[in-house]
């Protein structure tokens, strides 16, 4: 957890992910065409993943995508998806420093 907690600590926007994941991928994509670049790790590319997702799952996120955002667990895609819909999502960036106006 410790080392979860780390890499989310030292970026505005991380997105744990895996390359093969198509709803991964429309959230990264989202992020990149609001003007993001988030810190993505694909967690079936990176040396010790088990550990990173069994982490993540303490956290209460069991499925990828995972977005931290200011280093808080936001949630999946659901989540994201939610509050841009609702348009939260972009002050919440302002606000984590991943986007400037």
């Known amino acids: 957890m410790d080392r979860v907690n780390r890499m989310v600590s030292e970026r505005p926007v ?9 709803l991964s991928y429309s959230i990264k994509s989202l992020f ?4 993001v670049n988030p810190t993505v790790y694909e967690l079936d590319e990176i040396a010790r993943s088990k550990e990173i997702e069994q982490a993540l799952s303490g956290l209460g996120c069991s499925m990828v ?11 999946g895609t659901n989540e ?13 960036l302002i606000r984590a420093g991943a986007l400037w106006v």
């Open 14 to 22: 991380v997105i744990f992910s895996k390359s093969s994941c198509i």
């Open 32 to 35: 990149n065409d609001l003007g």
């Open 65 to 75: 995508p995972a977005v931290f955002i200011g280093g808080k667990l936001v949630g």
């Open 80 to 92: 994201i998806m939610s509050l841009h819909l609702k348009r939260d999502l972009k002050p919440m």
